[in-house]
């Protein structure tokens, strides 16, 4: 799965943060934000079959922080 740097602008859709699964949703044409929760810069595009691996991300950022 290819990863975007904040500061690309992307195509629309939900994108993961690569470290603490975090969603955000970027409208076509937006640049990604650096995560708003952990600072990281890399996220993923959320497809149906990393959704659950990302879902998972964010439950154990959760119960660690
Ligand atoms: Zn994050």
């Known amino acids: 799965m290819e990863k975007c740097t904040c500061g690309t602008t992307v195509q629309g859709g939900t994108y993961c943060c690569c470290n603490c699964g975090l969603q955000?949703?970027?409208?076509?044409?937006?640049?990604?934000?650096?995560?708003?929760?952990?600072?990281?810069?890399?996220?993923?595009?959320?497809t149906a079959e990393n959704q659950e691996t990302y879902a998972e991300k964010r439950r154990e950022y959760e119960k660690n922080n």
Do not use: A, S, W
């Open 24 to 46: 955000i949703d970027v409208k076509e044409g937006d640049t990604l934000p650096p995560c708003p929760r952990c600072t990281n810069q890399t996220f993923v595009k959320e």
